[in-house]
Nanobody
Framework: QVQLVESGGGSVQPGGSLRLSCVVSGAASSAKCMAWFRQAPGAEREAVASTHIRYGPTFYTDSVKGRFTISQGGENKNTVWLEMRRLISEDAGTYYC?????????????????WGQGTQVAVSS
C-alpha cells in the first residue's frame, strides 16, 4: 500500500522559511511525478509545484516563483522536499504531497492518485 507522509510544517513570521518533506513508501516503483498542493481555509486546493523523477521541476505556481524550490531525492527518489523562503501570509494553509505513477505530464493534476495527510503552515506576525 502506497503511503505518503509529510513533515516540516509549522508557524513562522512573514519573511521566514520552512522546509517540507514527503516520504513515499510501499510503492513497487518510483513515482514518475511528485507535487505539492496547498489549501487555505475556505479556498480550493491549488497546485504549488511539481517535479519529474528524471527531468526535475516542471511547475511552480506564479505566486511562489523565486521563493519556493521543489526537489527530489533519497532512496529510489522516494523523498520530495519543498523549500519555502520569504513566506507571506498568503502562503498559509495545509500543504499536501501527492504522487502520480502513470502520467505523461506532471501538470496533469487529476492524475495524482496518492496523497499524504497534509501538514499545516501558518504565517503570521
Amino acid at each position: 500500500q502506497v503511503q505518503l507522509v509529510e513533515s516540516g510544517g509549522g508557524s513562522v513570521q512573514p519573511g521566514g522559511s520552512l522546509r517540507l518533506s514527503c516520504v513515499v513508501s510501499g510503492a513497487a516503483s518510483s513515482a514518475k511525478c511528485m507535487a505539492w498542493f496547498r489549501q487555505a481555509p475556505g479556498a480550493e486546493r491549488e497546485a504549488v509545484a511539481s517535479t519529474h523523477i528524471r527531468y526535475g521541476p516542471t511547475f511552480y505556481t506564479d505566486s511562489v516563483k523565486g521563493r519556493f524550490t521543489i526537489s527530489q531525492g533519497g532512496e529510489n527518489k522516494n523523498t520530495v522536499w519543498l523549500e519555502m523562503r520569504r513566506l507571506i501570509s498568503e502562503d498559509a494553509g495545509t500543504y499536501y504531497c501527492a504522487a502520480a505513477f502513470r502520467v505523461i505530464d506532471c501538470r496533469s493534476w487529476t492524475e495524482y492518485s496518492y496523497w499524504g495527510q497534509g501538514t499545516q503552515v501558518a504565517v503570521s506576525s
